[in-house]
């Protein structure tokens, strides 16, 4: 991950609504949930609910598709996990009794 990605996943984040969104679809698996059940849970209009989810999904970290008149949103795993190791790719110095497996380079020997 570049850190100009990395920047557009925080930026996203850095919204209260969108964060709870992010870890709600994390709980929820890959099956995901409705995006009216998502803004239900939140007790946020549809409206405001679509645009969080419309940035997250920019951000990489969330994915959509269509179910018959639902649209379906669900974490998107591999862009958080390029979010996290792109926090701890150089995680104490590569030192993988500090880090285990979040140590994404390993030190030249």
Known sequence: ?????????????????????????????????????IAESLDAPASTMSFHLKELERAGLIHSRKEGRSVIYAADYGGVRELIDFLLADCCRGDKRLCGPYVIKENAA
């Open 1 to 37: 991950m570049e850190i100009n990605d990395a920047c557009t996943a925080f930026s996203a984040l850095s919204q209260e609504s969108r964060l709870a969104v992010l870890k709600r679809l994390i709980v929820a698996g890959p099956g995901g949930e409705a995006a009216g059940a």
